[in-house]
């Protein structure tokens, strides 16, 4: 088992910066790769970026990429979502995932493919 706890969201105008943390405990914690994943009001969940404790994999949705960062801190167990540069259309909630099928490791990968989620927290960009 795997336990996710997001924190950092909250209200920002275009143009400005937030950080996410979230915090993972668990046994098997260091055998998953970490992601975040994003679900704005009527839309699917949608992939935001992955990254390994090995520092080994890191990806991006194209939707992010120069502005958003994944991160990790191997001693707090904790990945971080720096975003940088927001947009009203990054507005939504913010999920945490873990997930240790071969796919998560390659790539974007679909929500279905990750095991354990956080409770997810809330970003609004004002524009």
């Known amino acids: 088992q795997v336990q996710l706890v997001e924190s950092g969201g909250g209200l920002v105008q275009a143009g400005g910066s937030l950080r996410l943390s979230c915090a993972a405990s668990?046994?098997?914690?260091?055998?998953?790769?970490m992601g975040w994943f994003r679900q704005a009001p009527g839309k699917e969940r949608e992939f935001v970026a992955v990254?390994?404790?090995?520092?080994?994999?890191?990806y991006y949705a194209d939707s992010v990429k120069g502005r958003f960062t994944i991160s990790r801190d191997n001693a707090k167990i904790t990945v971080y979502l720096q975003m940088n540069s927001l947009k009203p259309e990054d507005t939504a909630v913010y999920y945490c995932?873990?997930?240790?099928?071969?796919?998560?490791?390659?790539?974007?990968?679909?929500?279905?493919?990750?095991?354990?989620w956080g409770q997810g927290t809330q970003v609004t960009v004002s524009s």
């Open positions: 990254t390994s404790w090995s520092g080994g994999t890191t």
């Open positions: 995932a873990a997930g240790s099928r071969q796919l998560v490791f390659q790539g974007p990968a679909a929500a279905d493919e990750y095991d354990y």
């Open positions: 668990g046994r098997t914690v260091s055998r998953h790769a």
